[in-house]
């Protein structure tokens, strides 16, 4: 029997064999940098299968709660099976965070986790359309109850468009040649539904393949990006993380490419100077908005051995950072 001061179980179910091929990344260092109170309230905003939010249960007492969202239908199902008092979870996007907050009536949080980019399981199920290696229908839609698929994106994207987005959100040499070679199989009146012919026409396209890397790595991300508006969201997620945490909660966010982990630095950055004026600024410092955000630390990068153990990890990068005194 537990006594009166002591947690809970975290009622987690046991993982299926799709979920148990999930492994956690910095999962310990997330939560220890959260800074758990045993009466906190805090927020995962990406459930996934529950790592992170089965730790913060653990160290939350019968007064603290967490509340999760996340987008994918089967995490949310994972997060509807956990049978704990202390913990809530809705289908939601970031971008509608507020939603979470105003249907719990949620005060200021001492903590908000976001773990971006996407789940072993994602990956894993060819059906999903996240993967070149599994062929499938190329969805790569992380919520599947809406939006456009890759490829319906695929079918309408002018060439120019697709170039951007494949020389930006993946950061590809030969985005225009891969652009092209798309778009002449549509001129050609042919469709490309599944992965496994995009990755054949990206292939194509390429002259200089990455030692160990797949030629449609690149171009995937980008698409991956693109269909979910990946950047949008954290963009719009991010203030929102900053208006909910109390003085002194932590936000904490684990990316796992350059273009995520730039938002959120250079966000924490602006949110930190705020109040660093030079000398001879013609208006004082006190009359301006004040520092509401400062960075705790460096950028974590998993250890060497957790790398070895789960290879997906050696691009993760986690920033802390605490919320000042409240205005």
Same mark, same amino acid.
């Given at each position: 029997m537990q006594g009166a001061n002591s947690a809970p179980t975290s009622g987690l179910v046991s993982p299926s064999a799709a979920q148990a091929a999930h492994v956690t990344v910095?999962? $310990?260092? =997330?939560?220890? =940098?959260l800074a758990i109170k045993p009466d906190g309230i805090y927020i995962d905003c990406t459930f996934g299968r529950g790592g992170h939010s089965q730790k913060v249960l653990e160290q939350l007492g019968v007064d603290g709660r967490l509340y999760a969202i996340d987008r994918d239908m089967a995490a949310y199902a994972t997060g509807q099976a956990v049978n704990d008092a202390r913990f809530h979870i809705e289908h939601l996007h970031f971008s509608e965070l507020n939603q979470l907050v105003e249907k719990h009536q949620l005060p200021k949080v001492d903590g908000i986790l976001l773990d971006l980019g996407i789940s072993s399981p994602q990956v894993d199920e060819g059906e999903r359309g996240f993967s070149f290696r599994l062929d499938g229908p190329l969805?790569?839609?992380? $919520?599947?109850?809406r939006? &456009?698929?890759a490829a319906e994106v695929l079918a309408t994207i002018s060439e120019k468009k697709l170039r951007e987005v494949i020389k930006d959100y993946g950061e590809e040499r030969? *985005? &225009?040649?891969? *652009?092209? *070679?798309?778009? &002449? !199989?549509? *001129?050609?009146g042919r469709t490309i539904t599944t992965t496994g012919e995009l990755a054949k026409i990206v292939a194509s396209a390429v002259h200089k393949v990455e030692p160990g890397k797949n030629p449609a790595t690149r171009t995937f991300q980008a698409l991956r990006i693109l269909v979910n508006q990946e950047l949008e969201e954290l963009s719009l997620v991010l203030p929102r993380c900053l208006d909910l945490l109390a003085e002194g909660g932590r936000l /904490?966010?684990?990316?796992?490419?350059?273009? !995520?982990?730039? /938002?959120?630095k250079r966000f924490i950055r602006a949110e930190a100077d705020r109040d660093d004026l030079p000398a001879n600024f013609p208006v004082k410092a006190a009359d301006l908005p004040q520092a509401r955000m400062l960075s705790i630390g460096k950028a974590i990068k998993p250890s060497l051995g957790e790398v070895e153990a789960n290879p997906r990890a050696r691009s993760a990068v986690m920033r802390v950072a605490e919320r000042t005194a409240v205005a």
């Amino acid at each position: 029997m537990q006594g009166a001061n002591s947690a809970p179980t975290s009622g987690l179910v046991s993982p299926s064999a799709a979920q148990a091929a999930h492994v956690t990344v910095l999962l $310990d260092e =997330a939560v220890d =940098a959260l800074a758990i109170k045993p009466d906190g309230i805090y927020i995962d905003c990406t459930f996934g299968r529950g790592g992170h939010s089965q730790k913060v249960l653990e160290q939350l007492g019968v007064d603290g709660r967490l509340y999760a969202i996340d987008r994918d239908m089967a995490a949310y199902a994972t997060g509807q099976a956990v049978n704990d008092a202390r913990f809530h979870i809705e289908h939601l996007h970031f971008s509608e965070l507020n939603q979470l907050v105003e249907k719990h009536q949620l005060p200021k949080v001492d903590g908000i986790l976001l773990d971006l980019g996407i789940s072993s399981p994602q990956v894993d199920e060819g059906e999903r359309g996240f993967s070149f290696r599994l062929d499938g229908p190329l969805d790569m839609r992380m $919520d599947q109850t809406r939006g &456009k698929t890759a490829a319906e994106v695929l079918a309408t994207i002018s060439e120019k468009k697709l170039r951007e987005v494949i020389k930006d959100y993946g950061e590809e040499r030969f *985005a &225009k040649q891969i *652009a092209g *070679a798309i778009i &002449k !199989e549509r *001129a050609d009146g042919r469709t490309i539904t599944t992965t496994g012919e995009l990755a054949k026409i990206v292939a194509s396209a390429v002259h200089k393949v990455e030692p160990g890397k797949n030629p449609a790595t690149r171009t995937f991300q980008a698409l991956r990006i693109l269909v979910n508006q990946e950047l949008e969201e954290l963009s719009l997620v991010l203030p929102r993380c900053l208006d909910l945490l109390a003085e002194g909660g932590r936000l /904490v966010v684990i990316s796992f490419h350059s273009l !995520e982990d730039r /938002v959120v630095k250079r966000f924490i950055r602006a949110e930190a100077d705020r109040d660093d004026l030079p000398a001879n600024f013609p208006v004082k410092a006190a009359d301006l908005p004040q520092a509401r955000m400062l960075s705790i630390g460096k950028a974590i990068k998993p250890s060497l051995g957790e790398v070895e153990a789960n290879p997906r990890a050696r691009s993760a990068v986690m920033r802390v950072a605490e919320r000042t005194a409240v205005a």
